[in-house]
């Protein structure tokens, strides 16, 4: 059996250029540009996943899309058709540090305070084309946010850039992560918003190479200080912070009714895992009823604008039909579970299929918390907490409530231990517990 000290913590996200080993081949990650792709682009991707990797497609936390199964032989294959389509980077150094999430309907949503495209854009190019920005550390993000129905702001990044609206004008507010939260440093232009997180990166990697740190929320007050003071002649005053977001209309599923007749649609993958023929019969439905753009998003769901009503429940009922989820109350939405055994060399379980599994529980005890199914103690699929989690080690579960993956559980069960007998997963009483 996999023990728990038999992982080892990568400290880096996979690329196209630079994949990452599995337990079922190498991990090609392919980063959209403002999480945009075509259905044709799609309908191509499908293909080749099929043709260069094993048929299995992740949807990532990080809105890419990964393509898993490559081996060595069939990469550069993969690389040639990727490049074919404008999305392969010049090298792996540069792709790497190109971590920007923008708001999945970005210039779409009526709701939105500015389309903040135009500034992701700029900073992709930024951090792309400035060969010091490559010291970045490849998990280090920044999100650029304009509001709306699909807020980002209850999502972490290492900083932050938001749209606010102030009078008739748009103000960009810039922050980055401590470990209490987003610190607001100040304001800035929409034409200067781009360089400004581009300064906030270049402070961070000279604190960073003293402290031997990877991500903002770990630098030490000192070094914190240290960003402030660099930025402090920088930007304007900051007169209230950006609002905090409305978490229950994140991840938002189904038809999406945008106002002034406007409209979308939310398809998520269960565990953000999408096979070829799901993905290619989606994109075929979503052309044959005018979809331009599709867009990725971090919670593992794509999105898409239609023309109507009509045109986007056609699109919901199809992928329904195929094993996605268009239902915004399906319990499979409140599961994240890792790929776990075989895709996985960390752990023996079967993660999903247990997912799966304690999916069908949820609705029976009433349970509406998130749910995090770990195949080790790295919690690729969640870093943050969940009020359940279940965290794998030789072969058996551990129960962590209100943690993380990382936490040590007092008691570790098989899941058919844990089937037999739910109390243990849901703590529910001895005398109150169901048949």
């Known amino acids: 059996m996999i023990g ?3 992982f080892e913590v990568k400290g880096w996200c996979p690329g196209a250029l630079r994949p990452m080993q599995s337990g079922d081949g190498l991990i090609v990650r392919i980063r959209p540009r403002s999480a945009t792709f075509s259905p044709g682009e799609l309908a191509v991707l499908a293909n080749a996943a099929r043709q260069f990797g094993n ?3 992740d949807l990532t936390r990080r809105a890419n899309l990964q393509i898993r199964g490559v081996s060595e032989a069939s990469l550069p294959g993969l690389h040639d058709m990727v ?8 090298n792996a150094d540069g792709e790497a540090v190109r971590n920007v999430m923008i708001n999945p309907l970005a210039g779409i949503d009526p709701a939105e305070v500015f389309d903040i495209r135009p500034i992701g854009r700029e900073l992709a190019h930024l951090l792309v084309s400035d060969k010091s920005l490559w010291a970045l550390p490849s ?4 999100i650029v946010d304009g509001g709306g129905v699909l807020s980002l702001a209850q999502l972490r990044a290492d900083v932050r850039v938001v749209a606010m609206a102030a009078g008739k004008d748009v103000a960009i507010a810039i922050g980055f992560e401590t470990r209490a939260g987003t610190e607001w440093l100040g304001s800035t232009s929409p034409g200067d918003a781009a360089s400004a997180a581009i300064e906030i990166g270049l402070a961070f990697i000279d604190v960073a190479s003293r402290e031997k740190r990877q991500r903002m929320r770990d630098l030490s007050g000192e070094g914190l200080a240290s960003i402030r003071s660099a930025m402090r002649s920088r930007l304007g005053t900051l007169h209230e912070n950006p609002p905090k977001a409305d978490a229950s209309l994140n991840r938002r599923i189904g038809l999406i009714e945008l106002g002034e007749g406007r409209f979308a649609v939310g398809i998520a993958a269960p565990f953000g895992r999408l096979e070829t023929d799901q993905l290619r019969k989606l994109v075929d439905v979503m052309a044959v009823h005018g979809v331009g753009e599709v867009r990725l998003s971090p919670w593992r769901t794509l999105y898409a604008s239609v023309p109507s009503r009509r045109s986007g429940q056609s699109i919901l009922d199809a992928a329904a039909g195929d094993g996605l989820i268009t239902d915004p109350v399906d319990p499979l939405l409140q599961i994240e579970a890792c790929p776990g055994a075989p895709g996985c060399q960390s ?11 304690l999916a069908a529980l949820l609705p029976r005890f009433g349970f509406t918390g998130t749910v995090h199914v770990s195949g080790c103690a790295k919690g690729c699929a969640k870093s943050g907490s969940a009020e359940l989690v279940l965290v794998g080690c030789d072969g058996r579960y551990g129960i962590v ?6 936490d040590h559980p007092a008691h570790h069960f098989s899941f058919a231990e844990l089937a037999a007998d739910p109390g243990n997963i849901f703590d529910i009483d001895e005398g109150s517990r169901h048949d």
């Open 4 to 6: 728990s000290a038999a």
């Open 55 to 57: 048929g299995h497609i």
């Open 83 to 90: 490049a074919r389509l404008g999305l392969l980077d010049e």
């Open 139 to 142: 998990k280090f993000g920044f």
């Open 347 to 357: 752990t023996a379980l079967d993660t999903r299929g247990d997912g799966r599994r």
């Open 401 to 406: 409530r209100g943690g993380t993956a990382g």
